[in-house]
């Protein structure tokens, strides 16, 4: 998705670069323009567009867009331009502003990225920032949802295939024994979804449903917290053991008919264009019975819905 096919002849970074800024002049932009070449390139090539117009109008590429665009459409393409790593810095210190209610999007970048993929993002942090975002996390909580967040953020999984059965069972004994009567030991929970790589913690969900006959995230439901931290232990929960239907379910929630909310539609669907989008486009589907091309065409409208349709192929 807004990949070239191998048969396209792409232009040079310079002819793009020309392409842009005869789009940004004259009586108004040409948003169509801006569409047709960004949302058509990938990391690789918005970057060396992003140099080659600095360098040739002695102007930055992000800071134009930012002048010459508005509203929703120009957040996303201004999330788009970033490259991957230095997008999720500024997605996660967004959500710092709002911890509490936006833990989601700290979950989603500790659990869904690589242990490669985290540290490079939190680079990029340190390098925005000048503070590492273990830092932020750390000011910007309290309790158990500290320790949760830290952990996650902090963690270096393993992140191949081996699973240790024996292990899975006794962690999902283990898992039991903490959420039993409604009470819960939040160390060993954070241990373990803390550490423990994905193919490891999928088999000890799977070893605790077939022993009780629930998931860990209906059995959460039944402890007590007055935080909002057992919600976020249910959020890393789900997106760990199927990432592909966690980010379905955050997309469903973002396009209810109540009011759609474009900052988690513009989130899901930036950060994972060039990633694994297709399979969350198909789990959303699965899930609703309707594409997410088909929604996104209903629930949002103008520049912002054309570029969104054009970084899902359409």
């Not at 939190?122 to 949802?145: F, I, M, P, R």
């Not at 629930?214 to 057992?230: G, N």
């Not at 264009?273 to 699965?286: P, R, S, T, V, Y």
Request: aromatic fraction near 6%; glycine fraction near 6%; charged fraction near 25%.
């Amino acid at each position: 998705m807004a990949i070239n096919t191998v048969s396209q002849v792409v232009p040079s970074p310079a002819e793009d670069a020309a392409a842009l800024l005869k789009a940004f002049q004259g009586w108004g932009t040409d948003e169509q323009a801006v569409i047709a070449i960004l949302a058509r390139r990938d990391a690789t090539q918005r970057k060396q567009i992003s140099l080659t117009y600095e360098q040739m109008y002695n102007e930055g590429l992000l800071q134009r867009l930012q002048s010459e665009l508005s509203g929703d459409f120009e957040r996303a393409m201004c999330q788009w331009i970033l490259g991957p790593d230095e997008r999720q810095a500024v997605i996660a210190n967004a959500a710092m502003k709002c911890i509490q209610e936006e833990y989601p999007v700290i979950i989603e970048i500790a659990c869904a990225n690589s242990s490669e993929e985290l540290i490079a993002v939190k680079k990029a942090y340190h390098v925005l920032y000048k503070c590492s975002l273990e830092e932020d996390v750390a000011a910007g909580t309290t309790g158990n949802l500290r320790s949760l967040l830290l952990a996650l953020v902090s963690t270096y999984r393993y992140d191949g295939n081996d699973v240790n059965m024996g292990l899975a069972k006794s962690e999902a004994k283990i898992v039991h024994e903490a959420v039993r009567n409604g009470t819960l030991d939040h160390q060993e929970l954070v241990r373990i979804v803390g550490t423990r790589s994905k193919a490891q913690l999928k088999a000890t969900f799977s070893c605790f449903k077939d022993e009780h006959s629930r998931s860990i995230t209906k059995a959460l439901l039944h402890a007590s917290d007055p935080t909002c931290y057992l919600r976020a232990l249910r959020t890393t929960v789900r997106c760990i053991a199927d990432e592909n239907k966690y980010f379905a379910k955050v997309l469903r929630n973002a396009t209810r008919e109540a009011g759609t909310d474009e900052d988690t539609l513009t989130r899901v669907v930036v950060m994972h264009a060039e990633k694994d989008l297709k399979g969350i486009c198909g789990a959303f589907q699965k899930r609703t019975s309707v594409t997410l091309e088909q929604v996104i065409a209903k629930e949002t409208s103008g520049d912002y819905r054309s570029f969104l349709m054009a970084l899902l192929g359409s």
